[in-house]
């Protein structure tokens, strides 16, 4: 096991890192979040994602405080710093998946499972963007996975903890990052006919997710209602009066 999985950390440690900081970021999304993250370093705000002096509200802010995290260690935020968190969330979905397909099956179904998801060039490009899609698959994966094994043992308190990385992942994108892994472990529930035994558990774990993201979103909230009163209320009527 420990050399099947040694051969896959080699393999996507090469694919996903080698030359990963030599070309330069891609318009549009790629200098997106580094400029963001540098701007949140600059302003010393980790809250508020900004893009160019704009408060910029489309996406959560998880990705670019992993760039920050990535720049800190490197020194800057540069191509590398920018795409190293998703090579490094690549990285680990592959060992998952092995993980899971050694539970699945054996071995040798997890080893094919990872060289397969690792050789796949939609994920290896993925793997060397700076984009927040690799990110956001492997928090939604790692919810699954939790819960499969979770289910496995039949032990329900750690059933409903393996829904907290869907908070890290609503964080990362947006509330998807919860519908789907819940959707798959509902199903997955039905199929077993585990469903009557797990519903409340799979309830708790949902909210526990969801508060947990709520909490990093209270400051935010608070900065979109004030910008709505500014923007769309008191700037109109304070600009016709003058």
């Given at each position: 096991m420990?050399?099947?999985?040694?051969?896959?950390?080699?393999?996507?440690?090469?694919?996903?890192?080698?030359?990963?900081?030599?070309?330069?970021?891609?318009?549009?999304?790629?200098?997106?979040?580094?400029?963001m993250?540098?701007?949140?370093?600059?302003?010393?705000?980790?809250?508020?994602?900004y893009?160019?002096?704009?408060?910029y509200?489309?996406?959560?802010?998880?990705?670019?405080?992993?760039?920050?995290?990535?720049?800190?260690?490197?020194g800057?935020?540069?191509?590398?710093?920018?795409?190293?968190?998703?090579?490094?969330?690549?990285?680990?979905?592959?060992?998952?998946?092995?993980?899971?397909?050694?539970?699945?099956?054996?071995?040798?179904?997890?080893?094919?499972?990872?060289?397969?998801?690792?050789?796949?060039?939609?994920?290896?490009?993925?793997?060397?963007?700076?984009?927040?899609?690799?990110?956001?698959?492997?928090?939604?994966?790692?919810?699954?996975?939790?819960?499969?094994?979770?289910l496995?043992?039949?032990?329900?308190?750690?059933?409903?903890?393996?829904?907290?990385?869907?908070?890290?992942?609503?964080?990362?994108?947006?509330?998807?990052?919860l519908?789907?892994?819940?959707?798959?472990?509902?199903?997955?529930l039905?199929?077993?006919?585990?469903?009557?035994?797990?519903?409340?558990?799979?309830?708790?774990?949902?909210?526990?997710?969801?508060?947990?993201?709520?909490?990093?979103?209270?400051?935010?909230?608070?900065?979109?209602?004030?910008?709505?009163?500014?923007?769309?209320?008191?700037?109109?009527?304070?600009?016709?009066?003058?």
């Amino acid at each position: 096991m420990k050399l099947r999985l040694a051969v896959l950390i080699i393999l996507a440690g090469i694919l996903f890192f080698f030359n990963l900081g030599v070309t330069s970021l891609w318009d549009p999304d790629e200098p997106r979040q580094a400029i963001m993250a540098r701007e949140m370093m600059d302003r010393g705000d980790y809250i508020r994602p900004y893009l160019n002096g704009i408060p910029y509200l489309e996406k959560p802010p998880f990705y670019s405080w992993m760039i920050i995290a990535a720049a800190r260690i490197s020194g800057t935020v540069d191509e590398f710093a920018s795409r190293a968190p998703s090579a490094v969330a690549a990285l680990l979905l592959v060992i998952m998946t092995f993980l899971l397909g050694c539970r699945l099956g054996d071995e040798r179904a997890g080893f094919f499972s990872g060289l397969v998801l690792v050789t796949n060039y939609q994920f290896l490009s993925n793997a060397r963007e700076s984009v927040m899609d690799m990110t956001f698959a492997f928090f939604i994966g790692l919810v699954i996975y939790l819960a499969f094994v979770s289910l496995e043992k039949d032990k329900r308190l750690s059933f409903v903890l393996s829904f907290i990385p869907g908070a890290f992942a609503i964080l990362t994108k947006g509330p998807a990052g919860l519908v789907i892994p819940v959707g798959v472990v509902f199903f997955y529930l039905i199929y077993k006919r585990s469903l009557r035994r797990y519903i409340v558990p799979l309830v708790a774990g949902c909210l526990l997710a969801t508060c947990s993201e709520a909490c990093g979103y209270v400051q935010v909230m608070f900065d979109i209602f004030s910008y709505f009163l500014y923007h769309i209320v008191h700037y109109p009527y304070g600009h016709r009066r003058k």
